[in-house]
């Protein structure tokens, strides 16, 4: 079933289907749905996300699987023993083709985009808003005032950081491999006027990381998963921080999916 229109999700202006992921507000477009409602019996028999495709936007000649979905529930009473829980869920999403939840976003989104006649795609990992102002919040109010972040992107996340220690006239130092990453974020933080908070260090991560001078009082880390455990290593006991106070703390996205060594 193909989406009827896209609508803002600030302003609710309302937009033809097509290539575009923002309004002219600036806000993330949603795609909306007119036709019937799908019976459960027109669900198909099957366990991963295809079981939904009677729901999605693809005719199933578009469908490109690797097996995505499906994902089990799991009890986990050892891990609710230490937490003191009663009872522990967890959503195994690991079992995914890119061993996270977004490879369902993105199996629909890809082949979508290929309909609509996109010849190459480029995407942005940004915190959702929620998280970035809870990051934001916690780093203003402990009062940290030097923090590295290892991934910059668009510079969403250098946006809320910088503001957390503006008020005490902190700085944000913030590592990205990608030239045109950080040229995005210069803009957007020039724009937003937190331009002057934030030293944009570009390169390698481990290589940058290895020449900057610390003290940092708080890392935040939102690189690719790959290069996590090293990088986050280097942050942590390398020179960058070997001469911050002891237990820096450390915030990681990523951390949460890392591939089991
Ligand atoms: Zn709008």
Redesign the pocket.
Known sequence: MRPAYLE??????RHEVGLRNL?????PLFARYEGPEVARDRLRPRSDLWRYAPLLPLEDREIVSRGEGGTPILHAPRLAQDLGFRDLLVKDEGRNPTGTFKARGMAVAVPMAKTRGAKALGRTRNLQRATAEVLALWIRSSHRRHVLEIGTSNGYSTLWLAWAVQPGGGRITSVARSAAKHALADANLRQAGLRDAVELAQGEGAEVIARLDGPFDAVFFDADRSSAPSISRLASVGRSSSRSTHGTPSVAKVRLCWPSP
């Open positions: 803002c999700s600030a302003c609710a202006k309004c002219d507000c600036g806000a």
